[in-house]
T-cell receptor, first 114, second 110 residues
Framework: DAEITQSPRHKITETGRQVTLACHQTWNHNNMFWYRQDLGHGLRLIHY???????NKGEVSDGYSVSRSNTEDLPLTLESAASSQTSVYFC?????????????FGQGTRLTVV | GENVEQHPSTLSVQEGDSAVIKCTYSDSASNYFPWYKQELGKGPQLIID?????GEKKDQRIAVTLNKTAKHFSLHITETQPEDSAVYFCAEDSWGKFQFGAGTQVVVTP
């Protein structure tokens, strides 16, 4: 069965370190997204991609970067981790920007920056 | 996301009663409105969605209504059961990019 997986599920890192969260989907979806989830804020969009070599900033992109070298993967990098980036991160994918179809979410990565 | 307002933030209902969650949005170009359910420790999962050419959609105990003129849509859960306890998110989709409401914690008490 097709799926979307995130790794690691939990990560503790120190302030100032570079951290990369992995997201891999086997749906062959064009669209991929990264969200962070914080209490009282719901899911906020960090970065998104409509296809290979395409990346776009979301509403909370400062301090984060992504790259899309193939269809399956959209890794999220925190260039210099800050305590404000402690959060639960969700990756999602959907079929097409015009299809208005369901987004499928990974299980999440809980990141703690100490 | 600030473009989607969701109310209430918490909702406690007796088993068997109905639950209603309301959302408003601002982008008139939005034409797809999904609802997601998130259980503890898991990612959100789609439970129902509605497109802008439809005013209401039903799937067993859940239904969604959409008023495009007023830019609001609602989730209705009837005959609630303990397994309906979760966080529910509304969302709007404009050009394949989803904006989510802040979520509603629903607690169904036996």
């Amino acid at each position: 069965d097709a799926e979307i997986t995130q790794s690691p599920r939990h990560k503790i890192t120190e302030t100032g370190r570079q951290v990369t969260l992995a997201c891999h989907q086997t749906w062959n979806h064009n669209n991929m997204f990264w969200y962070r989830q914080d209490l009282g804020h719901g899911l906020r969009l960090i970065h998104y991609s409509y296809g290979v070599q395409d990346t776009n900033k979301g509403e909370v992109s400062d301090g984060y970067s992504v790259s899309r070298s193939n269809t399956e993967d959209l890794p999220l990098t925190l260039e210099s981790a800050a305590s404000s980036q402690t959060s639960v991160y969700f990756c999602a994918s959907s079929e097409s920007s015009t299809a208005n179809t369901e987004a499928f979410f990974g299980q999440g990565t809980r990141l703690t920056v100490v | 996301g600030e473009n989607v307002e969701q109310h209430p933030s918490t909702l406690s209902v007796q088993e068997g009663d109905s639950a209603v969650i309301k959302c408003t949005y601002s982008d008139s170009a939005s034409n797809y409105f999904p609802w997601y359910k998130q259980e503890l420790g898991k990612g959100p999962q789609l439970i129902i969605d509605i497109r802008s050419n439809v005013g209401e959609k039903k799937d067993q105990r859940i239904a969604v209504t959409l008023n495009k003129t007023a830019k609001h849509f609602s989730l209705h859960i009837t005959e609630t059961q303990p397994e309906d306890s979760a966080v529910y998110f509304c969302a709007e989709d404009s050009w394949g990019k989803f904006q989510f409401g802040a979520g509603t914690q629903v607690v169904v008490t036996p």
